[in-house]
């Protein structure tokens, strides 16, 4: 099956994971996928930083059921969501823009954040009922996805066979985003200001109702929903590693009127022990001098914490990637 790359008026590339995926035990899916396949993710990547991903293994079953009990999670009084987070005074990496808190419904938008389900930082609500499962089952095969994505990028990008794999294969930093927005109001609508993603690599899967949109062109593409797709963007630790040849995209959510939107969001992530650089391929080999200085990943984040924590008066004073410019 060939990778496609539609992109109809308004509308993001997609892209069709079926051949990059293993089959059996046959471990080769990367590796065998058609030149044509790994050309469409590194347009998507270059030219939009962002795609939506389809027959990405996902089952959408698993994601239309965690949408759902996720809905019915925010549904409850914030008494009974209080009592989901992750665990006071655990070693949780918390990203940028989250904080430790729970769910509340008076704000414009509520969160639940899980990390890895093996590292004992979850508290999870009894209800609703498989909820705790539904989001330890997609955790996982999101991770899988993150997996996959990583190996067709390292090889979109020329890097030497299991490069990404090595420089990235701690997986303590990704977590995932419950999310639900509340309704517009007539006053505003503001979801998720704009914003470029700090880690590698995200996905997000949401709910039919839409209003996430990517700033392409100077233009805001709307990333409509399409049941059992999964919208994948480009961080800016990808867009440093390629010296800004892989575009770590601008994006928002604006709120629609009368409706909650609800979103599961996953952010693969790299260890904050991490430097993160141009890498030779992207510079040296190719005759480019580097566009960004290197960093350590958890000095990044914790500038982009502060940006929420104590925010700046002027605007050219918050934390973006560009801080590390040269
Ligand atoms: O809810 C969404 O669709 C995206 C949220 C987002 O961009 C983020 O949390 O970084
Ligand atoms: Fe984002």
Redesign the pocket.
């Known amino acids: 099956m060939a990778a496609t790359n539609n992109v109809g008026a308004g509308a993001l590339p997609v892209v069709d994971l079926a051949p990059f995926l293993a089959t059996g035990d046959d471990e080769g899916g990367v590796a065998r996928a058609s030149a044509s396949a790994t050309g469409a993710v590194r347009e998507a990547c270059r030219d939009y930083g962002f795609f939506r991903a389809v027959n990405h293994g996902v089952p959408a079953e698993l994601m239309a059921r965690a949408l759902e009990l996720s809905a019915a999670f925010f549904a409850l009084p914030d008494e009974e969501k209080a009592k989901a987070r992750p665990v006071e005074g655990s070693e949780a990496p918390l990203p940028a823009?989250y904080a430790r808190q729970p769910a509340h419904s008076a704000d414009k938008n509520e969160y639940l954040l899980a990390f890895d389900p093996q590292l004992g930082f979850n508290l999870y609500p009894d209800e609703p009922s498989g909820f705790r499962e539904a989001l330890e089952e997609l955790y996982g095969k999101l991770t899988e996805l993150g997996v996959l994505i990583q190996e067709i990028l390292n090889k979109c990008m020329g890097l030497p066979p299991g490069f990404l794999k090595e420089y990235n294969g701690d997986r303590s930093f990704d977590f995932i985003?419950a999310?639900r927005?509340s309704p517009a109001t007539a006053e505003e609508n503001n979801?998720?200001s704009e914003?470029e993603?700090g880690n590698c690599i995200?996905f997000?899967l949401?709910d039919g109702v839409g209003?996430?949109e990517v700033l392409k062109d100077g233009a805001w593409v709307p990333?409509d929903p399409v049941e059992g797709s999964i919208?994948v963007n480009i961080g800016d630790v990808i867009q440093v590693l390629t010296n800004g040849k892989m575009k770590s995209a601008t994006?928002?959510?604006v709120r629609k009127p009368a409706v909650h939107?609800h979103?599961l969001?996953f952010?693969f992530n790299v260890h904050g022990d991490r430097w993160v650089e141009p890498l030779p391929e992207y510079t040296e080999k190719i005759g480019e001098a580097p566009r960004y200085r290197r960093f350590l990943y958890s000095e990044y984040q914790q500038l982009r914490m502060r940006n929420k924590t104590h925010p700046p008066s002027r605007p050219e004073d918050v934390v973006h990637i560009t801080h590390y410019a040269i």
């Open positions: 823009g985003a999310l927005y979801g998720v914003h993603d995200t997000v949401q209003g996430l990333v919208i994006h928002r959510v939107r979103s969001v952010f």
